[in-house]
């Protein structure tokens, strides 16, 4: 059976070599350097050795030198089998100093079995008897020493330039570290100076990590490391917790971005509005994985919005309360131009038809003069009525809401040349309420007013309603149907006055439009508990 030495630094090379020899019933021998492998060799020499050159301790052409100078050993063949050494003059110096063979590494296994069986074949027939060789020459030292340099220098070149990548990588990750200090700087000033802060949730621990910017507003400054969730609980306004809650168990069913606007309790007793928008991501099973988000300092918004609403309130107050002046001074004109000045003008007319009769005859003249005086008379007192009418109609104090109506739908129905009914399930009695009754009678007005002006419609029906103590007023045309209603807010001056004068009463009113088919305007107001009664 063949006996092979194999000397290599490196195990998995040896389990290579020992796998292919191995296979082809070969005895292995193992050695991890030069000096191990003479060592093995003088006790037991084998059949031939398979060696690396560049390993510790001792190198292969050291061994090689000492194989050539021992003379049990100089006849089995020696074969160099290396990864490092690839270059002309590394195969010259192995072959002069007396290598079998020289393979540089990997070599597929069937050529280093056919390279190793031919070197068995080609060996000596008996050992080289005689003087053991001469050491190496000179020549061949310098070449040896010459392949070392080489060697050396080639290593050196490439540990510089290992070197070199290794700074160049060092300072890339320099400058990296660098930037993200830098950007970690820059969002800390910027949450600061935008009052921003930002946190992350850890469902697993049930902890807050929040940004310096966070910690200030919530007034957590101060504390350092992940701030437990029952902590940041009892820093909000008792009545905000819930919402809180509910808003963290709604984020973490569904993926929505939320936001959220609560109040903050501090240590001196002040209290801010921060707006906190969170995120949550799912992973594809479409388990909450993290939840992060923002928060802001909005207690200069947040009172500047109470100031607009309550400013808004006043003027709101302020305009019904000019409201309900001018129905009143509207209603005390009417009803003195119709009670004072229309006696007086039927006292005048009376005194003028005495007058003509007596004149009748004596002077006719005179007496035709003074019948133009009755029928200009005539004129002032329908004018007097008109104008009235137009102050308030007397049908609205006298009679109530459903005859005015019924009377200003008549009156503009007729000159639109459209048909109109009026439907009520609701008692006339029920809408006396002074304020009710003005306010329900202008809203109508106003949307039959706009239904002669804009609508082109042929009928309006006109329904009041009452469900429970919900009472609904409707106005519906046929017309071309109202193009876009306006946005809140935007409202022209009719429909804004229909919203205010609803909105002073507590209800409401809404404007819809069916292009080609109408428009729908419709009040809803609560009654007060006491018209229930009625
Ligand atoms: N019944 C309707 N059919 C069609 N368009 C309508 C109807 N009612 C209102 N509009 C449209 O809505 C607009 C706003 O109505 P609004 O009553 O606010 O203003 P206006 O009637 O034009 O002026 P005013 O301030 O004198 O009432 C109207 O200009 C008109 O274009
Ligand atoms: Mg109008």
Redesign the pocket.
């Known amino acids: 059976m063949t006996r092979a030495l194999i000397v290599d630094d490196r195990q998995d090379n040896l389990y290579l070599l020992r796998a292919l020899l191995q296979a082809r019933g070969w005895e292995v021998e193992e050695a991890a350097d030069g000096a191990a492998a003479l060592e093995q060799a003088r006790r037991v020499a084998p059949d031939i050795v398979v060696s690396d050159l560049l390993m510790p301790v001792m190198d292969g052409y050291t061994l090689l030198r000492h194989w050539q100078a021992d003379e049990a050993l100089r006849g089995i063949p020696f074969v160099v089998y290396t990864a490092t050494y690839t270059e002309p003059q590394d195969e010259r110096l192995a072959l002069d100093l007396g290598a079998a063979a020289f393979a540089i590494k990997p070599q597929e296994p069937d050529h280093l079995a056919a390279l190793l069986d031919g070197v068995l074949a080609n060996r000596p027939a008996a050992p080289a008897a005689g003087p053991p060789a001469a050491p190496a020459d000179e020549g061949q030292l310098r070449q040896y020493s010459e392949v070392l340099v080489r060697k050396l220098e080639k290593r050196t070149a490439q540990l510089e330039e290992a070197n070199r990548r290794l700074e160049a990588d060092l300072a890339a990750r320099r400058e990296a570290e660098q930037a993200l200090r830098k950007s970690e700087t820059d969002l800390r000033l910027a949450q600061a100076r935008a009052n921003i802060g930002s946190w992350e949730l850890d469902l697993a621990q049930g902890t807050i990590t929040a940004s310096d910017e966070m910690r200030r507003l919530i007034g957590r400054g101060a504390a350092a490391g992940p701030l437990p969730l029952a902590e940041l609980a009892a820093v909000l306004h008792p009545a905000d917790r819930w919402a809180v809650e509910a808003g963290g168990v709604w984020s973490l069913r569904e993926p929505r971005a939320g936001r959220q606007q609560v109040r903050v309790r501090h240590g001196d007793g002040a209290t801010t509005w921060i707006e906190c928008r969170a995120e949550t991501e799912f992973d594809a099973a479409g388990t909450p994985v993290r939840v992060s988000g923002t928060a802001q300092d909005v207690t200069e918004r947040q009172f500047l919005m109470e100031r607009l609403a309550d400013s808004n309130d006043q003027l709101r107050a302020l305009a019904a309360r000019m409201d309900r002046l001018r129905e009143e001074e509207s209603s005390r004109l009417s009803r003195e131009l119709h009670d004072e000045l229309g006696q007086a003008l039927a006292g005048l007319k009376l005194d003028l038809a005495t007058l003509h009769t007596r004149l009748g005859a004596v002077e006719p003249g005179l007496a035709e003069r003074v019948r133009s005086m009755q029928s200009q008379i005539d004129e002032m007192v329908r004018t007097t009525r008109d104008i009235a009418r137009r102050l308030r109609p007397r049908v609205l104090d006298d009679l109530g809401v459903l005859p005015a109506i019924e009377a200003q739908a008549a009156e503009i129905c007729r000159r639109m040349g459209a048909r109109y009914e009026l439907v009520s399930d609701v008692d006339n009695e029920a809408l006396v309420e002074p304020a009710l009754a003005t306010a329900v009678f202008r809203v109508v007005q106003?949307?039959l007013?706009?239904?002669a002006?804009?609508?082109?419609?042929t009928r309006v029906d006109i329904a009041v309603q009452r469900q429970s103590d919900l009472l609904t007023v409707e106005v519906r045309?046929n017309?071309?149907?109202?193009?876009d209603?306006?946005a809140p807010g935007r409202?022209?001056?009719?429909?804004?006055?229909?919203q205010e004068r609803a909105a002073a009463i507590g209800g409401q009113v809404t404007?819809e439009?069916f292009p080609g088919k109408?428009?729908v305007?419709t009040l809803r107001v609560p009654l007060p508990r006491q018209m229930e009664a009625v």
Do not use: Q
Not at 453 to 457: D, K, N, Y
Not at 479 to 483: D, R, V
């Open positions: 106003e949307a007013t706009n239904i002006r804009h609508a082109g419609a045309d017309g071309k149907g109202m193009a209603p306006p409202a022209t001056l009719g429909l804004l006055g229909m404007v439009g109408g428009t305007v």
